[in-house]
C-alpha cells in the first residue's frame, strides 16, 4: 500500500497533485493515516495556521488565498520544533496556486515529496537525515480509495503518450514568390536560357571579357620602388 511508503518517519509530506484530485485528498491522505496509524488517529484540516494537533492536513491552493507565503513558510517551520505534530501533509495542485515559488519553496521544506504524475504514475523522493535524496518511481492503482502500488522504472513519456505529428506540410520554395522557379514548359525553358543577363555581355563581343584600368593621376605605376610615395 502507498501509504506504507508515504507514512513513516518523515514529519513534512508534501502531495504533489498533477493529476487534479484535489477534491477528494482529504479522504486519501484520512485513509493513509489510518492504514499505518490505525481508527484513532484524527486528521485535523489547517485553517488559521495556528493548528497543533498531532496530525495536520494542509491544502495549500486555499491557504494561499488567504495567507502571504511569509506566513505560511514560518507555520510550517513551526510545525517542524514542535513536538506534539508528528505528520503535516501538505497538499498542492499547482495549477490553482499563486505564486508560482510557493510550491518548490514547500517542496525544499519537506521530508517526503509525492508526485501523482497521472493516473498510473506516481514517484516519491525520500531526503533521509544524513543527507541522501532517493526518488523512486511506482504504478498504482486507486481502488475504492486505496492506492496500491508497484516500484518501476521512471516512465517514458515519449512511449507513453501517443503523439500527433502537428508540422506543417513540407513547403515548396517555388511557391512562395511572385516569379516562376521551377516546372517552366519547353518553351519558358528556351526563353530563359536564350536571355542575356546585364553581366554578361561580354559573350557578345569578339574579344570576350576583358578588364578596363584607367589610371588617377595621384597612382604611383613606378615598378621598381612601388612604395616609394610611403616615404620610408
Request: glycine share 4%; aromatic share 10%; hydrophobic share 35%.
Amino acid at each position: 500500500m502507498l501509504s506504507s511508503y508515504v507514512v513513516n518517519q518523515q514529519k513534512i509530506i508534501f502531495i504533489r497533485d498533477q493529476l487534479g484530485i484535489e477534491n477528494t485528498s482529504c479522504k486519501i491522505v484520512t485513509r493513509w493515516l489510518k492504514e499505518q496509524k490505525g481508527n484513532d488517529a484524527v486528521l485535523s484540516t489547517v485553517e488559521s495556521l495556528t493548528e497543533q494537533t498531532a496530525f495536520l492536513f494542509a491544502r495549500i491552493s486555499k491557504l494561499s488565498r488567504t495567507y502571504e507565503p511569509s506566513e505560511m513558510f514560518r507555520f510550517v517551520a513551526g510545525c517542524r520544533k514542535n513536538n506534539s505534530i508528528q505528520h503535516l501533509f501538505l497538499w498542492a495542485t499547482e495549477k490553482n496556486i499563486q505564486p508560482s515559488f510557493l510550491v518548490p519553496y514547500l517542496e525544499h521544506m519537506s521530508d517526503l515529496i509525492v508526485t501523482i504524475e497521472d493516473d498510473k504514475h506516481l514517484s516519491i523522493l525520500t531526503k533521509k537525515q544524513g543527507g541522501s535524496i532517493s526518488n523512486k518511481f511506482y504504478q498504482y492503482q486507486l481502488l475504492n480509495g486505496s492506492f496500491s502500488v508497484k516500484e518501476s522504472k521512471k516512465p517514458d513519456r515519449t512511449n507513453a503518450v501517443s503523439i500527433v505529428d502537428e508540422r506543417p506540410a513540407s513547403i515548396d520554395p517555388a511557391s512562395l514568390g511572385t516569379f516562376k522557379i521551377g516546372d517552366l514548359k519547353k518553351e519558358e525553358q528556351e526563353a530563359k536560357d536564350s536571355l542575356t543577363l546585364p553581366f554578361e555581355f561580354y559573350k557578345t563581343t569578339s574579344e570576350g571579357g576583358k578588364v578596363l584600368y584607367h589610371p588617377d593621376a595621384a597612382d604611383d605605376l613606378d615598378e621598381e620602388d612601388p612604395d616609394d610615395d610611403l616615404l620610408i
